[in-house]
């Protein structure tokens, strides 16, 4: 009897601890499911949302990465990157030689690639954010990271000397912006925009060294190039700067994704006070230089001994992005030969309202980078008085237009030997030419050129004259005698240049 009841007993307890565990672990995963299901909903929320639901008890270590990271793409890319080095080796070629002799400095007669291989070592992104701002259209910014061993060597040609420069150890951090503009047919992309965003702003890091010679041969060699690539990326390739791609053969319109003048921005250069003095006898000859793109830089006239000069002098500017682009005014003291920096300042043209006129006086600082301010005296003021206008339609076409034979005139008169280089700063008698159509201040803008070399003349509201090769009056870009360059604080110095500003009637 004690057996059997022990028997009975052992089974009855077994099928209950059986019943109580299978209970047990199914109240564990419904657990479970519930959690997934709180988290699923947790993760679909918004950090707005969540605040809502904290309140003040919203912990601030959750994040919200912007970048999705894409491991699997890198271990794509680094398969594929001696093919892709070969392939863009031969675009970068055909296409930053071009620039380089655009943007090539005054005092430079030649800069090409000697030699240019990009290396084994593929970039690596960092993450990818996709965002759709417009219908029919997909964003896609990537974060790169580049170190890698490329071998690229600079052929330099000078009046001096020629030597061939090497850049090592190049580093490039950037956010490159690419828009994918989609299509109903296979690829289902009909073209692509490029760009680097301003902001962060892209980083290229790397040192100069000369191949079987010295970087002393020739003098400011270093910053020459500096500002070169500074300057080829800010007006190249930097936001709203963009190049764009057709693709797959499809016929389609891309004018809308080409970069177009929003806006001309009038500029008055008043007067600057408490200058600076650079002169160990009498005092400094200033002018100021303005520019929002660097290929489109002007100048005013120089007031010889004066550290509160007045020069009154107006300019207009296009801008293609109110809202990403500045104004740049920079004071010189003009001299023999070098003329030196007095200071510098910047104004986001996003702080600006259209259609209003506004008067300004800022200060003057030695460099816009506050890691490289070691000079913390003060370097006077300047007043401006800007006016934003917005253009229309019809004023966009006629700015854009306007705006292409002024580049092509730059190079007309850099080939001819007029200018050093497309970004010389010019005088007003261009600065007012400029998209000047439309709005009562310079309707009927024309091209007129008479005499030997003529420098162009812009005809229109009394901002500009007639040219003449020898004409004072009706110089379209000025007369600019260059001889070298210099580097202040990451900016190009016009060098013994002479030109005559138009005052605004």
């Not at 209950?16 to 479970?32: Q, T, V, Y």
């Not at 380089?100 to 593929?122: C, H, M, Q, W």
């Not at 007006?235 to 791609?245: F, N, S, Y």
Request: glycine letters at 10%.
């Amino acid at each position: 009897m004690g057996l059997i009841s022990g028997i009975l007993f052992g089974i009855i307890f077994g099928v209950a601890l059986m019943a109580g565990w299978s209970r047990m672990m199914s109240h564990r995963s419904s657990k479970r499911v519930a959690k997934a299901v709180d988290m699923k909903l947790l993760g679909s929320l918004s950090r707005e949302d969540l605040i809502k639901i904290c309140g003040d008890n919203f912990p601030q270590w959750i994040s919200f990465p912007a970048f999705e990271q894409v491991k699997w793409l890198n271990k794509l890319l680094s398969k594929m990157w001696p093919f892709i080095a070969e392939a863009a080796t031969m675009v970068i070629r055909d296409s930053v030689e071009p620039l380089l002799e655009d943007y090539r400095p005054p005092g430079i007669t030649s800069l090409k690639f000697s030699k240019l291989t990009l290396g084994n070592v593929a970039p690596k992104i960092e993450g990818i954010r996709v965002q759709s701002f417009k219908e029919g259209q997909v964003t896609m910014d990537i974060d790169l990271r580049w170190g890698g061993d490329p071998n690229i060597v600079l052929g330099v040609t000078a009046l001096v000397a020629s030597i061939p420069i090497q850049l090592k150890d190049l580093q490039v951090f950037t956010v490159a912006r690419v828009i994918f503009q989609l299509a109903d047919e296979i690829p289902c992309i009909s073209a692509v925009v490029v760009a680097l965003l301003a902001e962060p702003k892209p980083r290229i890091d790397y040192t100069l060294k000369a191949v079987g010679g010295s970087l002393t041969a020739i003098p400011g060699l270093s910053d020459m190039i500096d500002d070169t690539v500074d300057s080829i990326v800010k007006d190249m390739l930097q936001w709203p700067h963009r190049i764009v791609v057709p693709i797959g053969g499809i016929p389609v319109d891309i004018s809308d994704l080409e970069l177009k003048p929003q806006g001309k921005l009038i500029v008055t250069v008043v007067k600057a006070t408490n200058l600076k003095n650079k002169e160990l006898i009498g005092k400094s000859d200033p002018y100021a230089t303005i520019h929002i793109r660097p290929v489109f830089k002007y100048k005013t006239k120089a007031i010889e001994n004066n550290l509160n000069p007045v020069w009154d002098q107006t300019f207009e500017l296009i801008a293609e992005d109110k809202e990403t682009q500045s104004l740049t005014v920079e004071v010189f003291d003009k001299d023999v030969g070098q003329d030196e920096r007095l200071g510098l300042v910047k104004l986001p043209l996003s702080s600006l309202e259209v259609g209003v006129t506004k008067e300004m006086e800022l200060n003057l600082l030695s460099s816009l980078d506050t890691l490289k301010v070691k000079d913390k005296k003060d370097r006077g003021s300047i007043t401006l008085k800007v006016h934003y206008h917005e253009f229309s339609k019809e004023e966009q076409m006629a700015a854009l237009e306007e705006e292409k034979k002024i580049m092509e005139e730059r190079k007309r008169l850099k080939d001819a030997g007029m200018i050093g280089s497309t970004m010389d700063a010019v005088g007003s008698g261009l600065g007012a030419g400029v998209g000047m159509v439309g709005t009562g201040i310079g309707a009927g803008v024309g091209l007129v050129g008479t005499g030997v070399s003529s420098g162009v003349g812009m005809v229109g509201s009394g901002f500009g004259a007639v040219g003449s090769g020898l004409s004072k009056a009706g110089r379209f870009m000025g007369r600019t005698i260059t001889g070298q360059t210099s580097k202040r604080s990451g900016s190009t110095t016009p060098v013994n240049s002479e030109t005559d500003g138009l005052k605004q009637q």
